[in-house]
């Protein structure tokens, strides 16, 4: 062996190019991983096509949402299945020791800081590395569990931070790659879920994981979406304090109804991305005693509970997840774009003469 | 007796009234307390100034800051000194339950929703009276300790919800009548604080509390104050991130500040009030872990903790208060209005024919 197969970014909007390079000498703590699944996430098409820059420099091989089998590393990972966290801590700093590994100023993340997932094998720091049990590879196969590295831990974290509780109002605004595992979660912390999004189809989606409380908010003014939400609410019987809202779509629109949702000990949670600012009364906060937390991320601490939930059957992963061949990532890459997929697109490599 | 003696406000910005009514029947659970002193916050020029409506209609005797003692009610309780919270949660309802009574839905509050404290005496629930120890009444009369009502509780909740730790750096913006508390309260729990203002004469005052880090950020850009900011941060030998910044300005300009100076894994309280929106981008608080909170009020369940602090004579609120017969109270509040007073002024009943 000794070499690795890739596809990495020349520039915006190019097409990927293949690459083979000698896998590169290991060091103390390190792992090699043969990868089994990498998924396309909306970070990668921020690199690929909105102009934000990767932190090394290009190109690179993109991909942080990576699963694989440990090749070669510490001795009791190897052989074995894992997860690589999208963000890896260095452990060690303040940040890290207060809790706070997600957002550490030393990490590292694959696919931004170094070549990533798009690619037959990765080397990766093994501390944090997050073992997969046999148990959840019954009702999944272990490129399917990539998406747990990104689409599913980072909005783990979030329900986790905002204090969900059973019985409270839950609001899940945009229920794309990431809001559809905030949904579930929510429902599986016995939260009662409502989930908002302008496409019939993703709300279509949910029946599927028992979420039948949904708001197809197409062409309706925020006023209008507030009346409906506080009428669900009190059908549903939640308190109509305390709300857990959760913004997933990235957008000014989700933002602005979100922030307009939010009333009286609420808790907002900023998951999706976007560089527009939007205008806001902060004192709201105060007079409502409520809160806007944002989120980065997931520590990898909180991976185990995470894979647990899939191994438990209470997560599902599958209906929301679609697997290509890795040699069809441009394609894969621009039809995200377009808003053309559905589910989350996981890559497997298919590079010629591996396997 | 039988008669109480209060100043009630007729209409934006008259003159307040003097009457005299029966003190009201006592219901169970009640106390009546002989007025010691009622401070004068911006909630109440709020009331007199800015057209916010008070809940209970006009005329009304304003006044939420309130000490006194005990003269009917439970008999643990005659004859006692005590501090009256300023919102008087129900105790039963499920915001109380979860601990978030200060934002009760069936909260009172004097002076807003019954007749308040500048008066000669007040009816008012028992429940959540705070005692008063001797201790405290070592440096401070029990007129000077009416401040802890408001100005001191309101900063300490801030302080306990943002989790400010020993050795990080706080941030106040604004060391007003309320800020100054946030102030010393952040240097108590161990904080290094910077305190931000436009008036040298606030700053100035926090040296005889020891707080000899501060900015003018007069005539500065947000830019520049940013750069200052962390240049002392530096010097302090303060960690550049986690960083708890308390917005106690209530202005467009500090909430500006306040928001670009949110970094890593920052927490901002969102203490001070105004009606102003401002343009920002929510997303910053998902890149950067970071999270604004907003508070209101202080649940009663702190204020013991908050007398502890004088009693043990760590928070020092003399240099901060000046006390005038309450006679005087247009005259207060006009010079309040005009930011003419310095100090949190408390108003003492003198009314003729009583003590």
Request: proline fraction near 5%.
């Amino acid at each position: 062996m000794g070499q690795i197969h890739a596809y990495q970014m020349i520039a915006k909007d190019k097409p990927f190019e293949q690459l083979e390079f000698t896998i590169p000498e290991m060091r103390e703590g390190e792992a090699l991983i043969r990868v089994a699944g990498c998924g396309v996430c909306h970070t990668d098409l921020s690199f690929w096509h909105y102009n934000v820059p990767t932190r090394h420099e290009l190109p690179l091989v993109l991909g942080h949402e990576i699963s694989g089998t440990v090749l070669d590393g510490p001795p009791e990972l190897e052989g074995k299945p894992v997860i690589i966290p999208a963000v890896l801590p260095c452990g060690n700093c303040e940040l890290c020791r207060i809790g706070r590994s997600n957002i550490c100023q030393n990490q590292k993340m694959p696919g931004n800081d170094f070549h990533g997932g798009f690619a037959s094998h990765i080397v990766v720091p093994a501390r944090y590395l997050a073992m997969v049990p046999e148990s959840a590879l019954v009702d999944h196969t272990l490129a399917e569990l990539a998406v747990i590295a990104d689409a599913v831990t980072t909005p783990y974290q979030v329900i986790v931070k905002s204090d969900l509780q059973s019985g409270d109002f839950a609001v899940v605004i945009g229920v794309g790659g990431i809001g559809i595992y905030a949904a579930q979660l929510a429902k599986i912390f016995g939260g009662m879920v409502l989930a908002i999004d302008i496409s019939q189809e993703k709300l279509d989606c949910l029946s599927g994981v028992d979420i039948s409380t949904t708001l197809n908010s197409t062409g309706l003014e925020i006023r209008e979406i507030k009346n409906q939400v506080k009428g669900i609410c009190r059908e549903l019987g939640a308190p109509m304090f305390n709300w857990k809202i959760y913004e997933m779509s990235g957008t000014r629109a989700g933002q602005e109804l979100a922030y307009a949702l939010l009333g009286i000990a609420g808790t907002l949670s900023i998951v999706g991305f976007t560089m527009d600012k939007l205008e806001v009364r902060l004192s709201n906060l105060m007079a409502f005693d409520a809160r806007v937390i944002g989120t980065w991320g997931c520590k990898p601490e909180l991976y185990p509970e995470v894979i647990n939930l899939v191994s438990e059957g209470k997560l599902k992963l599958k209906p929301f997840t679609e697997t290509f061949p890795m040699s069809r990532i441009d394609d894969i890459f621009q039809q995200t774009l377009e808003h053309k997929l559905v589910k989350r697109s996981v890559l497997i490599p298919d590079f010629e003469g591996l396997n």
